[in-house]
């Protein structure tokens, strides 16, 4: 049976404001840490492998999110580090399908950037990440850490971590075939009986692997549940001497200082704390360097609205107002705007109105307080042996 595209788990239709959902909003503008615990964790740029990062807060991918059009107008902003695609299909990309191919777009100003790759054929991943790193990509991230059930059922995901010599033998395959650093992206385990990602990590590092991305919850947990910063520091304690990097629930500057200091992981990886702050790096670089942070001005925060949609309208055309509806709640939600308005922005049809609708946020805004749910980015939900 063929594969589906490696994003077909996304739901189509937009998320609409929800007024009943936990809101992240309050964390978001909490207090940042004191300076004195900020001084229990390094701040220098890091590396992985030979290729050196400048921050040590990333973007972990988010399939039809974090696409190249947001990753830059991220950039735009500042502070932000390691950055990686949405999952590809290596056997897709292979074959030169179309999808897959705008899944690895990317340009100058979107760097550094590793292209995260999966699929059960180690030859094929191979051959893939050999190919990326022919084009220039600095980095390959192996998936092992997807709980879909697609993905899983053609043996790639988190299934692999079922299967230790199998996954041990795609990292090494994969390794050799090039010489940019190849990094595992993975969670706990499959589940709370089997949290094998500490001696995992260590093969993995054994068989060349150069970092770690470790999301804190089993496949069983889907996304709910607590993320288990212990967990994240049994892999941290597991490997000799690559970085590895902790994932799971950051929302806030002290929530990454906080996974730091309590994992001894090397850097962060920030998911959906990024959809809901895209400021949340800037701040981050900013509390660093000076010991305070501003929030964005709404100037600021409509102007990466027209940012992130102008790179959409380069990279998907015509489809960029369809595509772009998926925003639309959360900009809303973060810009307070009425939701008339909001709704004009979900069903905006033409470039031409894009820009009239802008012209009426920029009047409209804070006509509602901003309050972001983290519900608006839409994860997978029920039995996920059904996702
Ligand atoms: C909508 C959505 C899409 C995701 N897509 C990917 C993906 O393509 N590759 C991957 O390794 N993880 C993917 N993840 C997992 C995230 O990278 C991350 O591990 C997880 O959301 C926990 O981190 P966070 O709380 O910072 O979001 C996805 C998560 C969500 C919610």
Same mark, same amino acid.
């Given at each position: 049976?063929?594969?589906?595209?490696?994003?077909?788990?996304?739901?189509?239709?937009?998320?609409?404001?929800?007024?009943?959902?936990?809101?992240?909003? =309050?964390?978001?503008?909490?207090?940042?840490?004191?300076?004195?615990?900020?001084?229990?964790?390094?701040?220098?740029?890091?590396?992985?492998? &030979?290729?050196?990062?400048?921050?040590?807060?990333?973007?972990?991918?988010?399939?039809?999110?974090?696409?190249?059009?947001?990753?830059?107008?991220?950039?735009?902003?500042?502070?932000?580090?390691?950055?990686?695609?949405?999952?590809?299909?290596?056997?897709?990309?292979?074959?030169?399908?179309?999808?897959?191919?705008?899944?690895?777009?990317?340009?100058?100003?979107?760097?550094?950037?590793?292209?995260?790759?999966?699929?059960?054929?180690?030859?094929?991943?191979?051959?893939?990440?050999?190919?990326?790193?022919?084009?220039?990509?600095?980095?390959?991230?192996?998936?092992?850490?997807?709980?879909?059930?697609?993905?899983?059922?053609?043996?790639?995901?988190?299934?692999?971590?079922?299967?230790?010599?199998?996954?041990?033998?795609?990292?090494?395959?994969?390794?050799?075939?090039?010489?940019?650093?190849?990094?595992v992206k993975?969670?706990?385990?499959?589940?709370?009986?089997?949290?094998?990602?500490?001696?995992? &990590?260590?093969?993995?590092?054994?068989?060349?692997? &150069?970092?770690?991305?470790?999301?804190?919850?089993?496949?069983?947990?889907?996304?709910?549940?607590? %993320?288990?910063r212990e967990?994240?520091?049994?892999?941290? &304690?597991?490997?000799?001497?690559?970085?590895?990097?902790?994932?799971?629930?950051?929302?806030?500057?002290?929530?990454?200082?906080?996974?730091?200091?309590?994992?001894?992981?090397?850097?962060?990886?920030?998911?959906?704390?990024?959809?809901?702050?895209?400021?949340?790096?800037?701040?981050?670089?900013?509390?660093?360097?000076?010991?305070?942070?501003?929030?964005?001005?709404?100037?600021?925060?409509?102007?990466?609205?027209?940012?992130?949609?102008?790179?959409?309208?380069?990279?998907?055309?015509?489809?960029?107002?369809?595509?772009?509806?998926?925003?639309?709640?959360?900009?809303?939600?973060?810009?307070?705007?009425?939701?008339?308005?909001?709704?004009?922005?979900?069903?905006?049809?033409?470039?031409? =109105?894009?820009?009239?609708?802008?012209?009426?946020?920029? =009047?409209?805004?804070?006509?509602?307080?901003?309050? %972001?749910?983290?519900?608006?980015?839409k994860v997978?939900?029920?039995?996920?042996?059904?996702?």
């Amino acid at each position: 049976m063929p594969l589906p595209p490696p994003t077909a788990h996304m739901p189509d239709s937009p998320p609409s404001r929800i007024e009943s959902a936990a809101f992240e909003t =309050e964390r978001i503008h909490a207090p940042p840490v004191r300076d004195d615990r900020l001084a229990e964790i390094t701040h220098e740029p890091w590396s992985i492998g &030979a290729r050196k990062i400048d921050f040590r807060y990333g973007l972990a991918p988010l399939a039809g999110y974090t696409q190249r059009p947001f990753r830059v107008a991220l950039r735009e902003l500042g502070g932000l580090g390691l950055a990686t695609t949405d999952l590809v299909h290596a056997g897709k990309l292979l074959v030169g399908n179309a999808f897959s191919k705008q899944l690895i777009a990317t340009s100058e100003r979107d760097r550094p950037l590793s292209v995260q790759l999966f699929g059960a054929e180690p030859a094929h991943v191979a051959t893939a990440a050999r190919w990326l790193e022919d084009l220039g990509y600095g980095g390959i991230d192996l998936n092992m850490g997807c709980p879909m059930a697609k993905v899983n059922g053609s043996g790639g995901g988190a299934r692999l971590m079922c299967d230790p010599a199998g996954a041990t033998n795609l990292v090494a395959q994969v390794v050799s075939a090039v010489s940019i650093p190849v990094t595992v992206k993975m969670r706990l385990g499959w589940d709370a009986r089997s949290l094998s990602a500490p001696q995992l &990590a260590r093969q993995f590092e054994d068989a060349g692997a &150069a970092a770690i991305t470790i999301h804190g919850r089993t496949r069983a947990q889907g996304f709910t549940g607590q %993320v288990s910063r212990e967990g994240i520091a049994a892999t941290v &304690a597991a490997v000799r001497s690559i970085p590895v990097i902790g994932n799971g629930d950051v929302r806030t500057v002290e929530d990454a200082f906080s996974m730091r200091r309590e994992t001894g992981c090397a850097a962060v990886a920030i998911g959906r704390g990024a959809m809901l702050d895209p400021w949340i790096f800037r701040k981050l670089r900013d509390y660093v360097e000076t010991g305070h942070y501003q929030e964005p001005e709404p100037k600021e925060q409509i102007d990466f609205l027209v940012t992130h949609f102008r790179e959409m309208e380069s990279l998907f055309g015509d489809k960029s107002t369809q595509l772009f509806r998926k925003f639309a709640g959360w900009y809303g939600a973060r810009l307070g705007i009425p939701l008339d308005l909001e709704d004009r922005l979900r069903r905006c049809g033409s470039l031409t =109105e894009f820009d009239e609708i802008v012209a009426e946020i920029r =009047e409209r805004h804070g006509h509602e307080p901003c309050r %972001v749910p983290t519900a608006l980015i839409k994860v997978p939900n029920g039995p996920n042996e059904l996702w």
